[in-house]
């Protein structure tokens, strides 16, 4: 766990723009809750991906479950202070998932329940969320200070040739767990919502 030494990044939430407006007329983002969730409890964005972000706001239309939340998508950008970080591509980041998995390995055989599972889809890693959300349980029972941002790397969607390591949707996703710590949102310029 470490304060990153270059601590702002932009990100971007993909959502429909009704939204949108509200956000950057000062409306707070909603944190997702979802069991599943790829980092835990959060307000997620995609890391210097504009368009990754609209892609999604897209994907979310054309999903039955989604459909009705999205009529109009579009994405806003917000200003980051990763602050307290919890870096999923550091080794450092690694270790602490690890530990928690193990502290949830143990509750669960202690309490007699079945581990939550990560879906063959990729999509929904309720196991993953499971672990974050205990390694912030340790945390707190340690009296250690909160974590502000969990950030991770995801090779999602299928290689971009092939026998290529590079895949269509790889990203990098931040998960805002302390909303402060967004310090500023703003309105997209179409030219970087295009792939040119």
């Not at 766990?1 to 707070?28: N, P, Q, R, W």
């Not at 983002?29 to 210097?48: C, M, P, Q, R, V």
């Not at 340690?142 to 502000?148: L, Q, V």
């Amino acid at each position: 766990m470490h304060t990153l030494a270059s601590s702002f990044v932009l990100g971007y939430h993909g959502c429909d723009e009704s939204i949108a407006d509200k956000l950057l007329a000062g409306a707070d983002f909603k944190e997702s809750t979802n069991a599943y969730d790829w980092l835990g409890h959060g307000i997620y964005f995609w890391e210097a991906n504009p368009l990754r972000g609209l892609e999604f706001a897209n994907e979310l239309k054309s999903n039955k479950r989604s459909a009705a939340r999205i009529s109009k998508p579009t994405v806003v950008g917000a200003a980051i202070d990763l602050g307290l970080c919890l870096d999923l591509s550091s080794s450092a980041g690694i270790e602490q998932i690890k530990i928690a998995h193990r502290r949830l390995i143990q509750i669960s055989e202690k309490a007699d329940f079945e581990l939550p599972k990560n879906y063959s889809d990729g999509l929904r890693r309720n196991l993953d969320c499971a672990v974050i959300e205990t390694l912030h349980q340790i945390r707190r029972e340690a009296g250690e200070p909160p974590i502000d941002v969990v950030r991770g790397v995801f090779l999602e969607g299928g290689p971009i040739y092939p026998s290529a390591g590079f895949y269509e949707k790889t990203h990098t996703q931040i998960c805002v767990r302390t909303p402060e710590s967004i310090k500023g949102v703003f309105r997209v310029p179409k030219r970087h919502l295009s792939r040119a």
